[in-house]
């Protein structure tokens, strides 16, 4: 049997200044979840009513033949999921970038992880 130690702190500070950006930009978006006592997207479970929060990372109008849709990915470090709001063409604040907490029935449609006309608070940054 193999023991394993836990990372010393040099260890640790140079896995840290070795790590790219998109990781560590990844691991503080998960750790912001988590204090802010939110579920990861990738632990949602489909049908359940979830709050989630994280930075936006692209915003989309669809104009559809029945209803037109405002839909914006949220990635919170652990996964994405797709924000979609009927019937709006624009919210004020909804841009790519910003800091979103939602609450809504966690589902999937055409593949894709994604929740209804959440409730939404737009964050500081």
Do not use: H
Request: a neutral charge.
């Amino acid at each position: 049997m193999t023991e394993t130690r836990p990372a010393g702190w040099l260890t640790r500070t140079l896995q840290r200044l070795t790590v790219d950006d998109q990781t560590r930009d990844a691991e503080q978006l998960r750790d912001d979840a988590v204090s802010a006592g939110c579920e990861a997207v990738s632990a949602c479970q489909k049908g359940k009513v979830v709050t989630v929060t994280g930075r936006l990372k692209s915003v989309v109008y669809t104009p559809r033949e029945t209803v037109p849709t405002l839909e914006a990915e949220l990635f919170d470090g652990s996964g994405s999921v797709t924000l979609v709001w009927l019937g709006r063409r624009r919210i004020p604040g909804i841009e790519p970038g910003r800091t979103l907490t939602a609450r809504g029935r966690f589902g999937s449609f055409e593949g894709r992880e994604v929740i209804y006309n959440p409730w939404y608070e737009l964050g500081l940054g």
